[in-house]
């Protein structure tokens, strides 16, 4: 049984910083292509940013702008995504993903992938 259990995220201030976690068990971690998406309230659920299995490559939404780093660690089948200069904008429940159905593809869209985490919110103050 897949499961990808999410930590981190909360209150942030503007221009703070945080870690999000996804701890995945019951796949393989390094062949699989991970993501993270966001929605927040009112709005569908979007693309942030995915990595390879080997996590040699990275895609980010536009939106990002240089703020996120998306990351793999091997050791402890952890998917993380580092955000920096939050904004409010930003404020939005975050799910990670794993497994493309089509792998190596990268895709920007949650349905592309068989398993998500339960979400986790993030909500930054002005």
């Known amino acids: 049984q897949v499961q990808l259990v999410q930590s981190g995220g909360g209150l942030v201030e503007t221009g703070g910083s945080t870690i999000l976690s996804c701890i995945a068990s019951?796949?393989?971690?390094?062949?699989?292509?991970m993501a993270w998406f966001r929605q927040a309230p009112g709005k569908e659920r979007g693309f942030v940013a995915a990595?390879?299995?080997?996590?040699?490559?990275?895609d980010y939404a536009d939106f990002v702008e240089g703020r996120f780093i998306i990351s793999k660690d091997m050791a402890k089948n952890t998917l993380f995504l580092r955000m920096n200069s939050l904004q409010p904008e930003d404020t939005a429940v975050y799910y990670c993903?794993?497994?493309?159905r089509r792998p190596g593809t990268l895709p920007r869209s949650s349905d592309h992938y068989r398993y998500r985490g339960q979400g986790t919110q993030v909500t930054v103050s002005s």
């Open positions: 019951g796949l393989t971690f390094v062949n699989s292509d």
């Open positions: 990595i390879s299995m080997n996590g040699g490559r990275a």
């Open positions: 993903a794993a497994e493309a």
